[in-house]
């Protein structure tokens, strides 16, 4: 019986130091979330990944206190060496726009000397090219695409939803229908113990029950 053939790890460049970025309001983090950044930099040979909770986020409104989002970013990395939760959008005032963030860890992580990848799920390659400078996001990273419930999937589609020349790579990572949404709306609706094993851990899990979170409040999108 014949296996699958892996998919080639991308090696670092001698010299560079790879970051991968999974940024959003994270509101809260699950487990896909993690599993996705695990791939990343596991197939792409990157350093390390930041976990990097919005801290205004520019088109939702009524999302979770920026503290208590970044606690469960943190708590989501617990036992990993290489995922780390990032206050860089929690600490800047004003609202968490990705292009400013990019270049404030180009600086931070030295400039020509960094290559950042920016990783985001296919269901969100829509809205893409309506991101404040999109057209310079990609001139700052390569974007890590995760497969997700969409009728958009091939390479030539992926080209299509971004900007004219911008680089990207597909993660080979499991689909999933976990959302920050669906632990929300289960939470409202009843059915909290459900959510429970949507976490990616005990500690986020904990946070969650804590601060009696998504229990009293309309689901966000």
């Known amino acids: 019986m014949k296996h699958a053939k892996a998919p080639p790890k991308i090696r670092k460049r001698r010299g560079k130091l790879r970051i991968g970025l999974s940024m959003g309001t994270l509101d809260p983090i699950h487990l896909w979330h993690v599993q996705v950044a695990q791939c990343a ?4 040979s990157l350093d390390f990944v930041l976990i990097i909770p919005n801290g205004d986020p520019p088109h939702k409104d009524g999302v979770t206190d920026k503290e208590i989002r970044f606690r469960m970013a943190k708590a989501s990395t617990r036992g990993s060496k290489h995922l780390k939760a990032s206050r860089i959008e929690i600490d800047r005032p004003g609202k968490s726009y990705t292009i400013l963030t990019l270049r404030e860890l ?11 990848f920016l990783i985001i799920g296919l269901d969100n390659l829509e809205p ?23 009728a958009i999937g091939g390479r030539a589609e992926i080209a299509a939803a971004l900007p004219a020349g911008a680089r990207f790579e597909i993660i080979d990572c499991p689909d ?5 949404t669906l632990i929300r709306n289960w939470r409202k609706n009843g059915r909290a113990r459900s959510a ?12 969650v029950i804590r601060h009696k979170l998504y229990l009293q409040r309309e689901a966000l999108s």
């Open 41 to 44: 930099w596991d197939q792409f």
């Open 196 to 207: 429970d094993y949507l976490y990616p851990n005990a500690a986020v899990r904990n946070i």
């Open 176 to 180: 999933s229908g976990i959302s920050s």
């Open 106 to 116: 180009k600086q931070q992580y030295g400039g020509d000397d960094v290559e950042l």
């Open 128 to 150: 893409i090219k309506r991101w404040m400078e999109a057209d310079e996001i990609f001139k700052l990273c390569t974007l890590l695409v995760a497969p997700r419930a969409t």
